[in-house]
């Protein structure tokens, strides 16, 4: 049962590594010589988040689709407000519903 228990993370991994049918496409070495250590970063984010919510794994996927939906993906629920625009994470239909978005943080930083 443990290894079922990283096998969500690690699909995440590669679903986001590989991306999906675009005229865009990703590369798995794109950070490879700025920040050869990517892979294991984003293991050890996912891991952590996964022992302290297992219901992680499911919030993270929703952000994914919520940011990649209909023309591309512009993850447009990860802006951050500003004085003209209110963010999509604070958006009624979102607030307190949509999660996860402490991981994205950790990932990015």
């Known amino acids: ?10 699909a995440l991994v590669a679903f986001v590594l590989e991306g999906s049918p675009s005229q865009a496409q990703l590369s798995p070495s794109f950070y490879s010589s700025t920040c050869p250590n990517v892979l294991n ?40 407000s500003t004085k003209n625009i209110d963010s999509e994470e604070f958006a009624a239909p979102n607030n307190n519903s949509a999660r996860g978005f402490e991981v994205i943080v950790l990932l990015i930083t």
Do not use: Q, T
């Not at 996964?50 to 219901?55: C, E, H, K, N, V």
């Not at 952000?63 to 993850?75: E, K, R, S």
């Open 41 to 80: 970063i984003i293991e050890d984010v996912l891991k952590k988040a996964f022992s302290s919510d297992i219901r992680i794994g499911a919030s993270l996927i929703r952000l994914y689709f919520h940011g990649c939906f209909v023309d591309g993906c512009d993850a447009s629920i990860l802006l951050d």
């Open 1 to 10: 049962m443990a290894s079922l228990r990283y096998l969500l993370p690690a």
